[in-house]
């Protein structure tokens, strides 16, 4: 079975920091591309970031550049989102997922997903 499940989500204050896991079981993460991405409540959601299956390629949207970062470790099944200068603006639930590339142009093509782990950003 095809799964991916988040972790790492909880309350921060403005300015803090979290890092977000991303692990897959039953199937080899290498062969896929990773987006991260959150829905804030009565919001639709958006691309945060992805990165390419060899690491190569990254993207990031333009709310998060500079704070956040993406990466991955193919030999573990895992990827991450480290986030910080967190701000209250990006409270929602985060969510990992799986597809054929990390694009430059559109957040789509994203096949597996993961619950969602929920960022609260509040003092």
């Known amino acids: 079975q095809l799964q991916l499940v988040e972790s790492g989500g909880g309350l921060a204050q403005p300015g803090g920091s979290l890092r977000l896991s991303c692990a897959a079981s039953?199937?080899?993460?290498?062969?896929?591309?990773i987006g991260w991405f959150r829905q804030a409540p009565g919001k639709e959601r958006e691309g945060v970031s992805c990165?390419?299956?060899?690491?190569?390629?990254?993207r990031y949207a333009d709310s998060v550049k500079g704070r956040f970062t993406i990466s991955r470790d193919n030999a573990e099944n895992k990827a991450y989102l480290q986030m910080n200068i967190l701000q209250p603006e990006d409270t929602a639930v985060y969510y990992c997922?799986?597809?054929?590339?990390?694009?430059?142009?559109?957040?789509?093509?994203?096949?597996?997903w993961g619950q969602g782990t929920q960022v609260t950003v509040s003092s």
């Open positions: 997922a799986a597809g054929a590339w990390c694009s430059a142009y559109h957040w789509d093509g994203y096949d597996y």
């Open positions: 039953g199937f080899p993460l290498n062969y896929y591309a």
């Open positions: 990165i390419s299956s060899t690491g190569e390629s990254i």
